[in-house]
């Protein structure tokens, strides 16, 4: 596609019950990002995959936080028993891979938990 | 660890004034450093990037930053600017050191308002 897509755009749910947010990054790129934008944090850096491997998995907040991505392609970021704190704007970027790559983001997944 | 800093929470500007928004960093190598934008309901857009080499970099929109070693610092400028600039700024460092991450670390970002 022209751009990094998420879905859905909003999502609202209940304390408690599982949720999956969906990055598709822009054909061919690489390296895929998720971020998390709150009031109280700001823009934090929640995990990385070049290709379909996460090096890196200390930066999601808990173990309730889970991602894979397949085919090099599509991402999904899961959040079980989810709490009110996990409410959020959830970003994904996508970029041709290299730390001097351009990050291109997507809308973002706002996550409201009630 | 690596953080950002950007002082002003909100800035306001009167349409055709220059601009200068902030940003400090601390970062234990060669940092690489970003200004993003965003606009209500949009995603962060992309300015401008220092990697390496001159210090005064030109992005789109009409907006520079000068990269400055000695004082930690990577200000963007803009010489006049327009009601279309107001948005949520935010200055990052890459990469995330340690660990094989590839992120962006964010500031808590500049809110610019334009007073026509």
């Known amino acids: 596609g022209a751009g990094v897509s998420q879905s859905p755009s909003n999502k609202v749910t209940e304390k408690g019950k599982d949720v999956e947010l969906r990055c598709d990054p822009i054909?061919?790129?690489?390296?895929l990002y998720w971020y998390r934008q709150s009031l109280g944090q700001g823009l934090e850096f929640l995990i990385y995959?070049?290709?379909?491997?996460?090096?890196?998995k200390s930066g999601l907040p808990s173990d309730r936080f889970s991602a894979e991505r397949t085919g090099g392609s599509v991402s999904t970021l899961t959040i079980q028993r989810t709490q009110q704190e996990d409410s959020a704007v959830y970003l994904c970027a996508s970029s041709r891979g290299g730390t001097r790559s351009t990050q291109y983001f997507g809308p973002g997944t706002r996550l409201l938990v009630l | 660890a690596q953080s950002v800093t950007q002082p002003d929470i909100h800035i306001t500007v009167s349409e055709g004034a220059s601009l200068e928004l902030r940003c400090n960093y601390s970062?234990?190598?060669?940092?690489?450093l970003f200004w993003y934008v965003q606009s209500p309901g949009q995603g962060l857009q992309l300015l401008l990037k220092y990697f390496s080499g001159d210090t005064l970099v030109q992005g789109i929109k009409g907006f520079e930053a000068e990269f400055k070693r000695s004082q930690s610092s990577f200000n963007l400028r803009k010489p006049s600017v327009h009601w279309s600039d107001a948005a949520e700024y935010f200055c990052?460092?890459?990469?995330?050191?340690?660990?094989?991450?590839?992120?962006?670390?964010f500031g808590k970002g500049t809110h610019l308002i334009i007073q026509p």
């Open positions: 995959f070049q290709g379909n491997s996460a090096p890196d």
């Open positions: 054909s061919g790129h690489t390296a």
């Open positions: 970062y234990g190598a060669t940092p690489y």
């Open positions: 990052a460092v890459g990469p995330i050191l340690g660990g094989g991450a590839d992120g962006l670390t």
